[in-house]
């Protein structure tokens, strides 16, 4: 038994926010059937690099679903829609607010066709505010919401995140939402909205930046790889590349100089706290990075990791896809998708004891379940789903 | 009613993802009692900057729970943890895996103790492989899971996302899990362990990051804030700062032109589609970088958001605070701490329509409520609370 098994989400979501949210319910066990564009589909499936013609960015996050083809325009797409929202516990869409309103299939007209369904949208900024209706991308969002402002080396530009942390984030937050909302209509019996906007998510990942920012009214700044308050806990150069080093007490501080061959620095009453440390940075980081210097990072981290010291190498992804506690974690997983062939895709981050998630299947070609779904869960017979396509509806 | 009403979380987090994850709990409702170490607290306590002695680093993470002290290696303080552990459908801790089995309280104990208990242990390693045990940091899981390596300016150093990135995603993926081992004990009555690594969480938010070295084996690099595919999808420098202009398509490049008033780009066959623009991007970008320096931020901004062109400055912290939008969802809130006095802590991003969360009280002072909830869950008199003191058990 998987955690969210039986759990029917009909799934409009398009590019990264939305389908990051159902693959991760999909990956704990519900029943994920992903609506796309007849001929287009999802915008992700035009997105490269490819594998004999599918896009790995589209297979990497809908695994797990079943694709169905509907146009929603026509008539008849309408009336088959309007025809499967009963039978579905969970929708999660992320167009622009108002689109979905627009096709005459909102909120109001859903919950008339199932009370109990359960309606998460995530968008770039809400469902309410001066902002709703505008277009977003995750680069706006990680402008707009502060994130740039204080990511980037010090006294350097602004930087965005290298991954769409503005999208991953209101997945997240929109997951987190939607089992909210299925706890409360085990008592209610109801569904209800969810909405999460990206900006918001933004915001509330600031966390202490804003309290900081609150109480000593001093703007943060880009960071750096450097620790604001603690020293040493930043990255050296060694002599093939860069060991981060995280000696975030006294204790370790110690341990590390010992580590080091170094034990007079650990005695030196210039750097005998984190205090210290601080006021004398720039005396002891030339010090250190003269010892970093002459050696290579897997000598440092294996002296360093053997002392107990939190130490790692700046890993680049193919370094992260050979990392033996990434892989002891199942967080590397390789799929065999009916057109492109072999695929490594992210595990599972939830690891639950007894109901774990899996990855029962590949992303799906486009509208590859249609006429099955169509069969399952409408009972339309073949004949009629090949006149559905006639009419432009699939 | 709340979301999470009625669910009671006994927290034995400290620093951010556990504190991460149980803010998330009480914001939705649930009845969060921290149990903190007597006379030290949560470690982030000790985090400036302070108000009134107050940490805004521990209060912006600790509002809507409650604190109670508890010295959980004195044998009276073990067994006032046991007699708890059986009134709450959720533990939530973030040590190092085996900490509390030293303790004698590990799984195994708690399981038999309460087989309702949801165990949900946030590390940065995760309860199984072989850095299971070692010691993490943010710097170190962001270094090591290879967010660092694609975080940063075109060829520039590998950069430190500026927030906790990774102790706050592992504190949404904990949450995620919590509530989905709940929709499991709905139907079994078993509680069961909730396990998430920091580590696991970088890996998973890479997202496209590792299906594209899957595909092309070229290594991804720091990416600049301009985006790999797509022009004009980056920053340009005005009279007075930067505005991120995101024309994700080629309806939104010939809008921009002619919001410009250059529709003469637009028009140009060099740079009528984006394979087009991408092609003469070194001709195209000090084009527009010359149109751009010749207003300011403010007058970019409203000219491109009035032409529907996804567009922001690069706001920085205080700017956030005064967003119009961020203002209007409700995502900056006042609290009145007791001691702090009034203190700005982030919104809640998970919108619910019938059943929002709420800010309902502030962080708690250090042991503000052990008296009241010794007596409420477990029936102690003041008295006997007060030789537990004597006992150095609280």
Chains 1, 2 share one sequence.
């Not at 003269?290 to 190498?313: C, D, H, K, Y």
């Amino acid at each position: 038994m998987m955690a969210l098994e039986g759990l029917r989400v009909l799934d409009l979501t398009r590019v990264l926010a939305g389908p990051y949210a159902t693959m991760i319910l999909a990956d704990l066990g519900a029943d994920v059937v992903k609506i796309e564009l007849p001929g287009v589909g999802d915008d992700s499936r035009g997105f490269g690099p490819y594998t004999n013609g599918e896009s790995a960015y589209f297979m990497s996050l809908n695994r797990n679903k079943r694709s169905m083809t509907l146009n929603l325009k026509s008539p008849r797409g309408k009336q088959i829609f309007r025809e499967l929202v009963p039978l579905f516990d969970v929708l999660v869409e992320n167009y622009r607010p108002g689109t979905l309103d627009k096709l005459g299939l909102g909120y109001e007209v859903l919950h008339d066709l199932n009370p109990r369904l359960i309606y998460a949208a995530s968008s770039g900024f809400g469902r309410t505010g001066p902002y709703s209706r505008r277009p977003a991308y995750d680069a706006v969002v990680q402008a707009m919401g502060g994130l740039m402002s204080i990511t980037g080396q010090e006294n350097g530009e602004p930087t965005r995140v290298g991954t769409s942390i503005g999208d991953i984030t209101a997945g997240l937050f929109t997951v987190i939402g939607i089992l909210s909302a299925l706890r409360v209509r085990e008592s209610t019996g109801q569904g209800q909205v969810v909405d999460v906007a990206m900006l918001d998510c933004q915001v509330a990942i600031l966390e202490n930046a804003i309290a900081r920012y609150a109480v000593t009214e001093e703007i943060p700044r880009p960071q750096g790889n450097r620790h604001p308050s603690i020293v040493p806990f930043e990255p050296f150069d060694t002599q093939d590349g860069q060991l981060m080093v995280a000696a975030g007490n006294d204790g370790l501080w110690v341990r590390l100089c010992n580590a080091l061959g170094r034990s007079d620095l650990a005695t030196n009453p210039r750097f005998e706290t984190n205090p210290l440390r601080n006021t004398h940075y720039s005396e002891l980081r030339p010090i250190l990075a003269e010892i970093f210097r002459n050696n290579t990072t897997a000598v440092w981290q294996t002296l360093l990791e053997n002392a107990g010291i939190p130490v790692s190498p700046i890993n680049n992804v193919a370094q992260v896809m050979q990392h033996p506690q990434v892989l002891a974690r199942e967080m590397l997983v390789r799929l065999a998708h009916p057109v492109a062939g072999e695929m490594t895709v992210p595990g599972i981050p939830v690891k639950l004891s007894d109901t774990p998630g899996a990855l029962r299947m590949p992303a799906p070609t486009l509208g590859q379940h249609t006429e099955a779904l169509l069969g399952e869960l409408l009972g339309y017979t073949p004949d009629q789903v090949a006149e559905f396509y006639a009419e432009d509806a699939l």
